[in-house]
C-alpha cells in the first residue's frame, strides 16, 4: 500500500499474488481497521476527485461493494450539505450515518442537490471487479452503506410529525451525534484548540460596565447547616409562589455566596483556575450570573451582574421595558404562576470552554448549566427560600440588555428566585 493513492481492484491483486487465497481477505480486514478508524479515503478511482466518502467502520466498507437496492428507500430527513472549513470542499453528513462525503465539483453538488430534494437515489450498476464507476456512483452507493438512506415509508408525516424518528428534531440530533464518539470523524474532547490563537479568556468577569456597585452581606457559616443532606434532598421542589414581603438581601446574599462565591485561586504554568461550590467541565467556569430584580429589599429594582470573586453586585440598568418583558417571559413560562422576586440568568462566556474543547463545547455549557441549577434548588432548599428553575429565555433580549455580544457572552438558562409563603 506504499504507494497511495491505490485501487481496491490493484491492492487485492497484489494481495493475492503475494499471500495466496488469503491475501486479498487479509487486505480487507486491514482497509477496515483504518476505516473504523477514519483513515480510508475512498474515490471512485485515482483520477476523479470529485467525490470522497470516508466511512466510520469496517462493516460500512464492507457494505461498499453489495449490490444496492434502492426501491422503498428515501434519504434521511437529517441529511445535510454544509460548507467545510477547507475552501472549495463541501460536506454532505447525515447524523444517522457512519461515513460522510467531502464533495468538491459543482456536478456532484447538483446530484447531491437532487438527491435532497426528491429525497430518493437510483441503483448503482453493481461491478465484479469491486470496482464503483464514476463519483455519482460512489456517492449512492456510500449512502447506503453508510445509513442516509431509510425506509422511504418512514419519510412520510402523519399528524404533522414525521414517521422517520419522531421524536428527533433536526438540530437536536445533530448536536448529540457530533457531541459524542462515534458518528464523526473530527477531533473531539480536550484538544486546547483556541490556545495557538490566543490565552484563555480571564477566570472571571471582576466589573461589568456598571452604575454602582453593592458590597453584599456574607452570611454566617450556620446559614446552610440548619437541615441535613438528607432533609434537603427530601423537601427540595420547585416553588412558584414567593411570600409577599419580598426577598431581602442578606437572604440573596447568602444564596449567592454559598452558590457561588470564589473559594480560592490558583496558577498551573500560564493558566488561572478557581475553585468554587459546584464543579465545572474543565474547570471552565465559564457561567456568569444575572439578576433581574424586581423585589428585594435593600435593592433596587433593576438587572445587576455578580462579582464572584468580591462577592458584589454591579448594577447594569435600572428598571426598564427590556428587563420587564424579561421577567414576563419568565412569568409565562412558570404557566403564568410566578412573578419572580428574582431571574437569575445564567449566561456562558462560550469562549471559556470553546477554548479548550472541540466539537463538545456546547454540549459542556448545558451540562455545566445542569450542575448549577442542581446547585441553586439545593442550596435554596437549605435556606428555606423558593426556587424554580426554567426551560427556555429569550437570549436576543438578554444581549439587548445588557449589551453583550451574542457570540461572545450568552443566556444559556433562567432560574426565578423568592421568598417561601
Ligand atoms: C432544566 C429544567 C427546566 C425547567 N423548566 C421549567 C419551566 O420552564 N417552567 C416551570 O414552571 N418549571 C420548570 N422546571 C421545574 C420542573 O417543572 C420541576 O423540577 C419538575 O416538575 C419536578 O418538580 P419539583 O422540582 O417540584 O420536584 C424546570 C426544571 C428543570 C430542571
Redesign the pocket.
Known sequence: MANLPASVFSLEKAALERYGHMGPVMLHAYLGVLASNRLLHVSADETDASVTFIPYAASVWEELFRKKDFSGRSLSRFALLRPSSEAGHLLFECPRAHGHFVIRSCEQVKNVGEILLARRACAPEASPERKIDGGQALLLAGMQAAGFMVDAEDSESTLGLPRELPQWEFHDLYLHSRSRLGRQSDQIGGTYRMAPLQPPDPIAVFRRDHIASIALPIPSPDSLRQLTVGEVMDS???V?KHAAGGLSISQLGSFLHSCFFVRGMWKSGEIEFTRRPYPSGGASYDLEVYLLVSRVAGLAVGTYHYDPVHHALGMLTPDNELMRAMLDDSYR???ETCYPDVLLVLASRFRRVSWKYSGMAYATILKNLGVV?GTMYTVATALGLAP?????GDSDKFSRLTGIDYYEEGSVGEFMLGALN
Open positions: 427540595r421542589c420547585s412558584r413560562a412558570s404557566a441549577y424554580c428553575a426554567l426551560g427556555l
